[in-house]
């Protein structure tokens, strides 16, 4: 089955640095990468997404990149605000096959003022 | 709101008590999930039901439940719990075989088992 790795667990910034997330995942056939931030408090809400027929993917401060070779994609965070501290899952699936999301672990990110 | 309820949002019980988590879903779609979030550890799924029918049962203790009576509604029955059961408890849904995949979650059931 799918097996999703995510890097770092923790990530400190300051206000108005990037930050990057980086995710690997094992099964070629996943062809969905869906990024969530979860609030405290809250379940995991999607932010954005790429499937495998796309590499670059943005929406204002949120961009995913996806190496479909390497079976790797990441999350980029450009300018980040105190409220982008939250914690964020990448997840992997196959749309087509109608496959559950496997996430990985997740990482908690921080951004101080 | 997601379009996904869960109750309750708080439960504490004693290993030899039995529960039962719901999930409610008014997004229409044909699938629903239950996943477990420790600490530390990615989301872990446990359940998917998908047509109604139950897709997948990832080596889940049979101590977890599930039951699924429409699209639209999903519980997870709870009985002789152990602490390490100790979570908390997502349920998602999404619609599959449209290629729109995007899982809605709800904001979880605390559980602790004393």
């Known amino acids: 089955g799918e097996n999703v790795e995510q890097h770092p667990s923790t990530l400190s910034v300051q206000e108005g640095d990037s930050a990057v997330i980086k995710c690997t995942y094992s099964?070629?056939?996943?062809?969905?990468f869906p990024w969530y931030k979860q609030e405290l408090g809250k379940g995991p809400q999607l932010i954005i997404d790429?499937?495998?027929?796309?590499g670059e993917k943005k929406d204002q401060r949120i961009a995913v990149t996806l190496n479909k070779t390497a079976k790797h994609f990441s999350l980029h965070i450009t300018e980040t605000q105190p409220e982008d501290s939250a914690v964020y899952f990448c997840?992997?699936?196959?749309?087509?096959?109608?496959?559950?999301?496997?996430f990985g672990k997740g990482t908690t990110l921080s951004v101080s003022s | 709101e997601t379009g996904v309820t869960q109750t309750p949002r708080h439960l504490v019980m004693g290993m030899t008590n039995k529960k039962s988590l719901k999930c409610e879903q008014h997004?229409?779609?044909?699938?629903m999930y239950w996943y477990k979030q420790s600490a530390k550890k990615p989301l872990e799924l446990m359940f998917v039901?998908?047509?109604?029918?139950?897709?997948e049962n990832n080596s889940v203790p049979s101590r977890f439940s599930p039951e699924c009576p429409n699209s639209s509604h999903l519980f997870l029955h709870l009985h002789t719990l152990q602490p390490e059961d100790s979570a908390l408890y997502l349920c998602?849904?999404?619609?599959?075989?449209?290629?729109?995949?995007?899982?809605?979650f709800g904001q979880g059931t605390r559980l602790t088992v004393v």
């Open positions: 099964d070629s056939a996943s062809n969905y």
């Open positions: 039901y998908s047509l109604e029918e139950r897709v």
């Open positions: 790429i499937r495998s027929n796309v």
């Open positions: 997004l229409g779609h044909n699938a």
């Open positions: 998602a849904s999404s619609q599959v075989g449209r290629g729109n995949t995007e899982a809605f």
């Open positions: 997840a992997a699936s196959n749309y087509q096959a109608g496959t559950a999301l496997i």
